[in-house]
């Protein structure tokens, strides 16, 4: 349960009421002797046997039982109004400790004002922004979800300016209840700072964000379509772009990289994807032309995408080649300009994983490091890697 200022009452409410009545029969029947050969009932014991009887579990069972879950139904006299309800069936999820990720963590809030009502206690609306990065956040003391806050939110990211002095997390006049709320609304940019954690922790949760960053591109690449892939490389804007030709695939066995010079190690359980890539057109921003397979196919890690499903646009009229580039050699190439909303995503993209490598201290080719590799020699040819 919640409880928040201007929280106020909804039918969620009056479910929760329901389901914990409920409960609580089931509870005071355990001593009563004719309810004994009853299967709807709370377990009498703490332990079955050898094992622990757990009462969360024996809560969803009940509660899932096939009358409650979609409420009690009237025989003919209300169908209408039944039919035209909003909730029709109740799911129940059962949360277990153990699956629960890193939960002895604790975190030092910097960044609030002092004095009465101002501490994290009294902050109720909290947004983890990944243009704020790792170990900020964003919070304020009452959720508005008036139009005007929500524009607010839909401001594009300054790279220029620091994250307090962002224009998305400025001050609102223009809030439906300024007037109510005044200062005490605005929003708070805080640092989190971790007092209890152990180096080998601290990778836990680096390599489970890398994780969490595979699995999303996994998804998301389609053979045809077109990706940026990070680099270091001080000619580009930071990225690489590249054509997926196969469906993204786990590693079952450690293998050397196609593609990669010098040599490199994937090893089992990391998900790559088979690419080609594209080199920038001489003269043309944002404009590139296809490599020949044998020359440009390589093998990229998921963890190394940054956007994928980028939109290219061929030669026409409307989108013709700079005067400044050898225009008829780039025409027999098949040069393709990326569209200007994609190139600022990917950029914005690249300041986020900055700012996550520099939480963490940890370099672009950190992946490789983390499986064992020495990182030195490799720093230096990073941008051989991906040629």
Known sequence: MIGAPGHGKDIVDAINACDKRYLKEK?????????????????????????RSSWAVSCKILLEDNVREQGVKSFLKSNKREAKQKMDKRVYHLQDAKD???????????GLETGKYMGISSMYNFRCDPDLGIGKAACRRIPCACMTCLELLETPWDNKLDDQSQ?????????????????????RVVNLITTNIATEDEEKIYNTILHGIEARMNERILIGTFGAMRTDDEATQGYYLVKWITEPYTIQEDILMKGVEPPQTAFAGEII???????PVPGAVDWYTSM?????????????????????MEISERNMLPRTCNRKE????????????DVKEIIEEVHRRDKFDKEFDIGLISECEEDGSNSEDEEESSDEDSD
């Open 27 to 51: 509870m005071c029947m355990i001593g009563t002797p004719e309810a004994e050969d009853s299967k709807k009932r709370m377990d009498a014991h703490a332990m079955i046997g050898n094992k």
């Open 100 to 110: 629960v990720l890193m939960v002895g963590i604790k975190k030092k809030v910097i």
């Open 167 to 187: 224009p998305r997390y400025g001050i609102n006049e223009r809030c439906l209840y300024y007037r109510n709320f005044k200062d005490y609304n605005n929003w």
């Open 273 to 279: 994807c088979d690419a080609l890539f594209w080199n």
């Open 292 to 312: 020949r397979k044998k020359e440009g196919m390589v093998m990229i890690r998921l963890k190394q995408v940054l956007v994928t499903g980028l939109t290219m």
């Open 330 to 341: 780039a025409t027999n190439k098949g040069a393709m300009k990326i569209d200007d909303e």
